[in-house]
């Protein structure tokens, strides 16, 4: 029965959870954040990435994503950006010393923020994703309208908040077992880097 005007909500939490689950730019850049600047930095990091994807929402929810659409190279010029600064991003990550300190960041939130919410925005095919996504659970006969936007749009700020803490809570657990490992920390931000590279590269391409 819909609720709200959501068809199948326990359908949408699922996939909702799924969504969130799947590994890409935002959790690689959540968990860099948590491990280098701690709890604080996670959640601004958060707050970043959940601004991002409201931008997101509203696009889609407003039909500018159609205008993307009927305009490719709008949309490649977009993507491209997003897939310059992933690469800009993990560049950074390779390319930083061994024997960096990390402490130094602690103070720089409005960086966690910033660099999060341009990772979500310069995001063009989320824009499509969310036009796709949110018909699927919107039942026709008992939508509100803007009301049954705000109530999907709530839902997934809620399960993005509970799993991202899970991931920083998570992730400052095993920077604090991996302080004594300094070389392993060095490897693991490297790696990070690669796979950020790996998704600007796969953005730009348009996979």
């Known amino acids: 029965m819909p609720w709200m005007g959501i068809n199948d909500l326990g359908t949408y939490v699922v996939a909702v959870m799924l969504f969130l689950m799947l590994p890409g730019p935002g959790t690689f850049t959540l968990l860099t954040a948590t491990a280098r600047g701690g709890v604080r930095a996670g959640y601004l990091t958060f ?32 993507r491209y950006v ?16 061994a024997n960096r300190n990390d402490a130094a960041p602690v103070q720089q939130g409005r960086r966690w923020f910033r660099q999060a919410l341009l990772v979500g925005v310069l995001n063009p095919k989320a824009i499509l994703f969310y036009m796709a996504f949110f018909p699927l659970f919107i039942d026709p006969a008992t939508q509100r309208g803007a009301l049954t936007l705000a109530t999907m749009v709530a839902v997934i700020a809620a399960l993005s908040l509970g799993w991202c803490s899970v991931l920083i809570f998570g992730g400052q657990y095993i920077a604090r077992r991996l302080a004594g490992y300094p070389r392993l920390g060095v490897w693991l931000r490297r790696a990070v880097g690669v796979c950020l590279i790996a998704f600007g590269v796969r953005l730009g391409l348009g996979g």
């Open 47 to 78: 707050a970043g990435l959940l601004l991002g994807d409201q931008i997101l929402i509203a696009i889609a929810a407003t039909g500018v994503a159609a205008l993307l659409q009927t305009h490719p190279a709008l949309f490649a010029a977009l």
């Open 82 to 97: 997003g897939a310059g600064y992933l690469l800009w991003i993990g560049l950074g990550l390779l390319r930083e010393p």
